[in-house]
């Protein structure tokens, strides 16, 4: 725990925040800045950056609550969908730097990102993907 990190003063109780699941690893509450109501944050109660700083069984923790956190947004909001997603770096659009999951509802033709283009889109030669699988599994 960091005093800096408001995630870390949220998760203490030293910040408020509008609570919706907590146990012994992970806290979820909603967004101050939600996208959309019912914008909802499930973090670890541990402090750690990013999800390179998380263990799988941790990681594995806080997916499956914002798992299980998901449908119920999803009707709460009346919304027609959800995202499930982090960032992990200021290049990926990361603005607190606790790692944080985030519930979004979504709803049709509601504008917001991030979108992946296939339209258009050509496929990538087999050559290529192999180069870059080799590059992936030799950082590893």
């Known amino acids: 725990m960091t005093l800096e990190c408001v995630f870390c003063r949220i998760v203490t109780g030293q910040e408020p925040a509008s609570r919706v699941y907590e146990d012994d690893l992970a806290v979820a509450f909603l967004d101050l800045?939600?996208?959309?109501?019912?914008?909802?944050?499930?973090?670890?109660?541990?402090?750690?950056?990013?999800?390179?700083?998380?263990?799988?069984?941790?990681?594995?923790?806080?997916?499956?609550?914002?798992?299980?956190l998901a449908p119920g947004v999803?009707?709460?909001?009346?919304?027609?969908?959800?995202n499930i997603w982090t960032a992990a770096g200021r290049a990926a659009g990361q603005t607190v730097f606790h790692l944080h999951l985030h519930v979004l509802p979504r709803f049709h033709r509601d504008g917001f990102g991030p979108r992946l283009a296939m339209d258009g889109a050509v496929a990538a030669a087999r050559?290529?993907?192999?180069?870059?699988?080799?590059?992936?599994?030799?950082?590893?």
């Open 74 to 82: 999803t009707r709460a909001m009346g919304a027609d969908g959800f």
């Open 33 to 68: 800045y939600p996208v959309h109501a019912g914008h909802t944050l499930v973090v670890p109660r541990r402090h750690l950056s990013d999800l390179r700083e998380c263990d799988g069984a941790l990681a594995a923790h806080l997916f499956a609550v914002s798992a299980r």
């Open 127 to 140: 050559s290529e993907l192999d180069r870059v699988a080799a590059r992936i599994l030799a950082a590893r």
